[in-house]
């Protein structure tokens, strides 16, 4: 599991208020009803359903240099500790609790070499960037019609976070443009038949800084803490998920980013490029600082910039 040390926020010299920190396990306590009958149990990875993400602005034709707007959006399958799954009951069936992601990002395209395409962080400075939410959730978000995996539908936040713009952020996709195109939905009935989709494989990794965190479903997860958002594929054309109409923008936000509508013909090859995608996000926990240490952080800080101020007047 990788460890994130510091993070540097945008502006000049605004550092986070963590001291180096003593790291812990891998596992954090995850309770899936909020303090109700069912107990917390230590997990250390949540994994998810195959899910949706739209890169806008970008297609398999773009250039190095070329930035774009990743949104993803899936329903969390189960919990799980060392691969095994760590609660008895799949998410959102029968009446169990259900829970949703959504995400926001910058991304910018590294490379474009002989249809495989690697990704990167807009910029590589360990600034924070997008938003990243975990919803409980009343019912599962539906992906063919994108809505219900925020809080248009009772959706209640129980951890935001953001992107770290560090080494770790990064993905890549391929294809072969002289491959014959497809349909884009495969999974079931075909809900869109005037939209076919170049076909191709990828993924990615993005560490995430906790901002926010209801410890009644995360008794132990603090503000601070990074995530590992990764995923193990981001496949066209989808058959496993059905494609969805429409994203979320911010998060927050319902179904206000046009999805299948906004990449023409073909998917791929169209203004926005959309994605069947099945991730997970693992837990990297530590022990914050004590007072003192953070006081002292503070101390450093803000004599660094009094000297770099002398040194420019």
Known sequence: ?????????????LAVAFATPAWASDTVLFDPDGGGPIAAQNIDVLDLAPGNSLSIGLNGNSVAGSIGTLLFQANLANATLGGNPAFGFTFGALGNP???????????VLANIAGTQTFGPPVLNG?????????????NGSNLAGVCFVQSCGGVPILTGQAINNSDFGG???????APTQALDQSGPNNYPGVNTIVGNGGFTVDLLVTGVNGAYFPNVVVGQTLVFGSSEQILPFKQADPSACF???AVTS?????VASVGAIDGLGPNTMLQS??????????APEPAS?????LGLLGAIAARRREND
């Not at 990788?2 to 010299?13: E, Q």
């Not at 259900?98 to 910018?108: C, D, H, L």
């Open 248 to 250: 979320s923008s911010n």
């Open 1 to 13: 599991m990788r460890k994130s040390d510091f993070v540097l926020f945008a502006g000049t010299v």
């Open 172 to 178: 890549t996709f391929t294809f072969n443009p002289n």
């Open 294 to 298: 953070l006081t002292l952080l503070g």
């Open 127 to 139: 600034s924070l960037q997008g938003i990243f939410s975990i919803y409980a959730q009343p019912t």
């Open 98 to 108: 259900a829970f949703t992601i959504a995400g926001e990002f910058q991304e910018k």
């Open 255 to 259: 179904c206000n980013q046009a999805g």
């Open 278 to 287: 099945d991730a997970s996000l693992s837990f990297s926990r530590f022990d």
